[in-house]
């Protein structure tokens, strides 16, 4: 991170460069999962059966969690391996990124959204089943606080394992990726299970906006990352 005294735009050449760079790795992130979702509804109308709701949730699960970790620990080294405009806002709160930085990741990572819908579109049969929706009898009050509650996790151990540098920072994807799995066997069955408003936006943008319940996934994760960022500063002083 520069000095503060420095002009915003005076390391802009290395933010752009990190932006891309977290667009491959949102993109790829991504694709691993919506691919993951994508072959577990396949598979199941291909027997004629709807399977185990809890088989379901657990692959679900290990695809997003294992393909953060995957994906964090390719490209961690290069941009922190974020692939999330809501861990991205923890960081901003937290000092950890500057404002120019953060702007370019955010737009980065909800490209990276849309590029990884489109991607699992174009090569996979069916309609596209990533887009996350409340389960019936979860109302959209309590789909966000199970939303700020999961991101609030995952950019806690964000914080705390990659921002805060000691001996196992090398080893902060696995954390991480484990974190976000836990995370999702919570709320994959309930909300979808985003996490990240890149993972909403990109099914969303490409099938166009087919649930009206949308904006919980920008204001459940936003508050998550509020959240976050509250206790790290209350853990540091």
Known sequence: MPP??????????DDLHAALIEFIGTATFLTLAFGGVQATVSEQASVGTSGSGVERVLYISFCFGFGLLISAWL???????????????????CGVIRPVRFVLFCIAQLVGGIAAAGLVVALTPGDLASNPELAPGINPAQGVFIEAFTTACLCL????LAAEK???????????GLTLFSCELFSVYYTG???????????????GFPNGTHWVYWVGPGLGSLIASAIYYFLKQ
Do not use: D
């Open 75 to 93: 490209f961690f080294r290069v941009t922190g391996g974020l692939f999330n405009p809501n861990v991205t806002t923890a960081l901003l709160l």
């Open 157 to 160: 151990a964000v914080l705390m």
């Open 193 to 207: 299970g985003a996490v990240n408003t890149a993972r909403a936006f990109g099914p969303a943008a490409v099938t």
């Open 4 to 13: 503060p005294h420095l002009s915003p735009f005076a390391t802009l050449r």
């Open 166 to 176: 000691h001996i196992a920072t090398p080893f902060a994807p696995v954390g991480i």
